[in-house]
């Protein structure tokens, strides 16, 4: 099976749905699927180590079935938020010309490790779900991110081995609300929570894809438009810090869990760097090669 996903359909009571090349079915659908049928996407990929062999053996299963008419696909599946992350981590200036364009000021590789911060969970949403302008804010941006879904549990995972503790990925657009993420009030000039963690903040989808599905994590496409007009097309390639360094500097900090959720960074054509903000009726499509897009809306809150 060269690509398949897990979603989470709308109006499935959380089943987890088997996303194929020509459509979506539930798990639950499957003669074979057994107690994956009765679990969420959440729920499997908390138990990623025993289940990923099964469920690729089932995606293979389902996609013969499909082909022979044996199993009826959805052809244009409604997604929602596909799993629900115990932690959501997201990496800073991880790109270059992202930094330049910000006029951050970087230390050297050498002397330097990645910034982290963690977004609320309540910022989360799915596919075509609404973003929401804040009215505290001017100036919400955009940015289309790499989402890396943790699959192993680990503490000191070293960079070898990192690719063994993930498992798989989403898209994921980490909206930002810039004339908050900087203060004056307090001795600390950046404040990363208040700007990125409004509800509706975080964009995630449009399924899950394993990374058995993803032929080099570090060789990605990522394109966010605003409007039909192009406004960010970079490469994961071309991160500061890349997914293995992430997940070696996080787990020196702390264990990372299954379901945990590493956006590791945006490449460079941000609004802030051009001026134009996010307004109610723009409409966000953001993509990654391999994964998927995921569009929202734009409206402002009340």
């Known amino acids: ?24 079915v539930l798990l639950s659908a499957l003669p074979d699927a057994g107690e994956l049928g009765r679990l969420s996407v959440t729920g499997i990929i908390r138990r990623w180590g025993e289940m990923e062999a099964r469920i690729d053996r089932l995606a293979v299963d389902a996609d013969n079935r499909a082909r022979q008419g044996n199993v009826v696909l959805t052809k244009v599946p409604r997604t929602a938020v596909p ?14 010309e992202h930094a330049a364009e910000m006029e951050t000021k970087l230390a050297a590789k050498v002397d330097s490790t990645p910034f982290v911060f963690m977004k609320s969970q309540s910022s989360i949403i799915g596919p075509d779900e609404p973003v929401v302008l804040p009215p505290e804010s001017q100036k919400v941006d955009w940015e289309v991110e790499l989402g890396v879904v943790i699959g192993k549990a680990g503490r000191r995972i070293s960079e070898a081995h990192a690719l063994d503790h993930i498992a798989g990925y989403v898209v994921v657009n980490d909206i930002s609300a810039r004339d908050l993420t900087r203060r004056t009030d307090f001795p600390f000039s950046h404040d990363w929570f208040r700007g990125k963690s409004f509800d509706s903040f975080t964009p995630v989808g449009p399924w899950f894809v394993p990374k058995s599905c993803v032929p080099d994590l570090h060789r990605l496409r990522l394109t966010l438009s605003v409007n039909g007009e192009m406004m960010q097309d970079g490469t994961s390639g071309d991160m500061i810090f890349n997914t293995f360094e992430q997940i070696a500097y996080l787990s020196r900090l702390l264990e990372l869990r299954p379901t945990d959720l590493l956006a590791t960074g945006t490449p460079a054509g941000v609004g802030m760097a051009r001026g134009i903000f996010l307004k109610p009726g723009d409409r966000m499509v953001a993509g990654i090669e391999h994964v998927g897009e995921i569009a929202n809306p734009v409206i402002a809150e009340g």
């Open 83 to 96: 799993f629900q992350p115990f932690r959501i981590f997201g990496a800073a200036s991880n790109y270059i």
């Open 1 to 24: 099976m060269s690509w398949y996903a897990l979603a989470t359909l709308e109006h499935a009571d959380g089943l987890a749905a088997l996303v194929l090349p020509d459509g979506a």
